[in-house]
């Protein structure tokens, strides 16, 4: 017995000394992957994904013994820096959109130089450990080369032994993996729009190798699936379930003839709202256009990697983003069912205003496609640099020159159409300079030794994440306020419905909201999650608090009585089209949404990672975790069934992108 563990302990031994480099690169590759699923899931205690990271690992590393022992370094230092870089771009990515990167994505990578402030501010010194291993395994190699290591190796290896044993053990480790995997779990990974599940399942790197072999489906999509995802297609839309909630209501024709612009507010959330330092309203314009207009105030964007563009999408189609990539950049050429096409039809002249340029998401191709016929980008306005912030002309200036191109626009067609982009309120929000000043004091109180209350005042916003964007959202509201101003002053513009809506969240993380939550004025900390001091802001509630506002408003004093007060429906972006489609006497028989008047109480808001939310819950399908909304009683049911639905809708609607299924389809009139 002490021989045959002698043996063992040997042969580990000469094992280690004989594949040092081998194991460097293993340690040092799987070392990364680990930290990435802690330092941003706070992901460890599953063996799975480590044992999947492992396995790809080995598998790739495997081959490096095909080649001679001094040059296999240099195949090793190749997967590692693969590695480092795959790990590298989640991380940011994930700080950015919540989800992990796709290769669908990299046509988007153009946009990067244009929010490359944003890029830096989100970057980490956490992060260096991803691109320190590779450094690591260059010094390893270079002490190995200084010895005698690689006349030693180049003389007892065994190469295609040592290549076999090392692959056999990788493939082990995967097949171990997908051992444990559920239907569910295939399932997710197959259609990838739960991203952050599939990395705790399955570990980052067979993630990113799934992800290559999914974005790669559809370029062949009359190979693969097509005939499925028509008959999906065909049977969801001919469905009792779809055709439920189309009765007409009170609103129905409400906008009959009526003129519609869509104002695109960059990053405008619902909490800025009710914010107020020193009596002084954060969104004191904002707050008196929905005092004027139809508030809806609990209404959610269901963007992914698109962001605003994914915005745009959804609001004209009624479809959900794709799931790979971005609907502009990699299926803007498809056919869609737009409002513009819609009312295109109806001789409404259509197009959409940005102050930026026409190539930025790739507008000046998808916007024709989505059936804008006018594109009046940057170049068309008169400025100069001092009158840029960010990406572009700044918000105040873009709404005094777009106003005039609007009343242009109505002196020569009857009806239109269009989209006003502004762009001011664009992270890093750090142009402080020129969004002129605000003050962010803020009172607060204390109690002193002798139990006497004390009023102090502090300005620890000020440089903080949030401090910036609230400043930055209050030069958007003083725009918004000359708008507002420009249209009323204006003979034009009576028969015409503004519908403003916050198009996203600002991408601040929980951390960075809760500063305004759960500031210890004593210490200049937060307060711990646990503190009975702390606010209760937790995950849930950072979820929930990105809603962003939507507000129809007009300058018609007899439309406005129609359509006035508050919504208090759930309604996602989605749902934006059929309930306009409907106030206009129209419809879209492919739309994946619902006019809210007409749903109401029982709409469900899907988002692209496959979480919902209706008016009794919000659910996380990472997690499986849920919070209930005014403390309501749900049957066993009730989750399950609209998870599934909610599946099945993001499955269609990904279909109908990918696929392009709404070739020949047309709007129509109701």
Known sequence: ??????????????????????????????????????????????????????????????????????NQFKYWFTLMCIFSLTEIVNAVYYVFFTSFASFGDLASLAQVETVGGSVWEKLRISYLIYAINPIIFYFIHKKLLSSAYYNLIEKI???????????????????????????????????????????????????????????????????????????????????????????????????????????????????????????????????????EGMFFSNFYPEVSTGTSADTEFTSLTSLMPALSGTVFVGYYNRNYITLPKILSEHNYHTFSMHGNYSSMWNRNKAHPFLGYKELIFRDQYVFTDDDVINLGINDRLFFKQSVEKLEEIEQNNTNYMGTIITLSNHSPFTFKDKYGYFDLTTRYEIIKNNGEKEIRYSNYLDNTAVGNFIRSAHYADTALGDFIKYINDSEYFNDTLFVFYGDHDSKLSRKEMNYLYNYNHETGSIYDDNDIRHSGYDQFSHELNKKTPLIFWTKNQNLRKKLKGEVKYYMGMIDLQPTLLNMLGLKNEYALGHDIFSIKNNNVIPFPNGNFLTKVLYYNNSTGMFKINNNSIIDDNYIKIRRENVEKLLEVSNSIIVYDLLKDKKGSHE
């Open 157 to 291: 290896e065994k190469s295609k032994k040592m290549a076999l044993h090392t692959f056999e053990i990788g493939f082990l480790l995967i097949i171990l993996t997908f051992s444990f995997a559920t239907k569910k779990d295939y399932s997710r990974l197959t259609k990838l729009w739960n991203r952050e599940y599939i990395v705790k399942r399955f570990g980052i790197l067979l993630y990113q190798g799934n992800d290559l072999i999914q974005s790669l489906r559809p370029r062949f999509s009359s190979l693969f699936g097509y005939e499925d995802a028509k008959k999906q297609f065909d049977d969801y839309f001919s469905s009792e379930e779809r055709n439920k909630y189309t009765n007409k209501n009170k609103y129905t024709k409400i906008l009959e003839g009526k003129n519609i612009v869509y104002v695109h507010m960059e990053s405008i959330q619902n909490f800025l709202l009710d914010l107020e330092f020193e009596n002084e309203q954060a969104m004191p314009n904002l707050n008196k256009i929905i005092d």
């Open 1 to 70: 017995m002490k021989k045959s563990l002698s043996s063992i302990y040997k042969k580990i031994i000469e094992y280690i000394l004989t594949n040092r480099l081998f194991l460097s690169y293993v340690i040092l590759s799987i070392i990364g992957t680990v930290f990435l699923r802690i330092n941003i899931l706070s992901s460890y205690k599953s063996p799975l994904p480590l044992f999947a990271d492992l396995g790809i690992i080995l598998i790739f590393g495997s081959l490096g013994y095909f080649i001679k022992s001094k």
